[in-house]
């Protein structure tokens, strides 16, 4: 079974609105998660580091104000696309670290 | 320069073909090491970790040279499910902060 669930799995949305996506941590408690993009033909690509009661990491060139992270307990970090472009239309996906990485489903964004 | 580097394919190859995946990484203090899979519009999923001794699951072997910063994947008999893009992963602190190659794409054909 799934170790990380990760929701929506799809969303489009218009230009100018937020988009919230949701990774939950089901079989054990996780006070790291990571936040990736792909866009296509591209490799994933390290967004954000999610930390349980305190604010996010972003890697360099991603910004913060415009990509809000929410990790309020040891089992759900969100990420919240704001003002979204069509730019930002991608592969969004989650990650619970262990001795392997587990994987959120992904989230495919589609801006209009 | 890119640091984990991957061929990107794609690789078209008939059904029980042999074919090898290489990687270089940058990173010489680098900790773990893996294969991933992902399918088309799928999250990756972990194919086999990748050891300096070399480790072998049954039609795949993975080899990792230290020395040259390089990781190997040998893909044995292909099936047609082998159709994937095969995605190159580092680990540089042991952290789960991972570092991913831009991934080669297989095409199995009959």
């Known amino acids: 079974g799934a170790v990380v669930s990760q929701h929506p799995s799809w969303v489009i949305c218009k230009s100018g609105t937020s988009v919230k996506i949701e990774c939950r941590s089901l079989?054990?408690?996780?006070?790291?998660m990571f936040w990736y993009r792909q866009f296509p033909k591209q490799s994933l690509m390290l967004m954000a580091t999610?930390?349980?009661?305190?604010?996010?990491?972003?890697e360099q060139g991603v910004e913060k104000d415009k990509f809000l992270i929410n990790h309020a307990s040891l089992t759900l970090s969100t990420l919240t696309v704001t003002s979204a472009h069509p730019e930002d239309s991608s592969f969004y996906i989650c990650?619970?670290?262990?001795?392997?990485?587990?994987f959120g489903q992904g989230t495919r964004l589609t801006v209009v | 320069r890119k640091e984990v580097e991957q061929d990107p394919g794609p690789f078209n190859v008939p059904e029980g073909a042999t074919v090898a995946f290489n990687c270089t990484y940058s990173?010489?203090?680098?900790?773990?090491f893996f294969w991933y899979r992902q399918d088309c519009r799928k999250e990756p999923k972990l194919l086999m970790s990748?050891?300096?001794s070399g480790n072998e699951d049954g039609r795949f072997t993975a080899q990792l040279n230290r020395a040259s910063q390089y990781i190997s994947l040998l893909i044995r008999d292909s099936k047609l499910s082998d159709s994937a893009t095969y995605l190159c992963?580092?680990?540089?602190?042991?952290?789960?902060?991972?570092?991913f190659g831009q991934g080669t794409t297989l095409q199995v054909k009959p």
């Open positions: 990173n010489s203090a680098s900790q773990s």
């Open positions: 079989d054990f408690q996780a006070t790291t």
């Open positions: 990650s619970v670290p262990g001795v392997v990485a587990f």
């Open positions: 992963v580092v680990n540089p602190s042991n952290t789960g902060k991972l570092i």
């Open positions: 999610s930390n349980e009661g305190s604010k996010a990491t972003y």
């Open positions: 990748v050891y300096s």
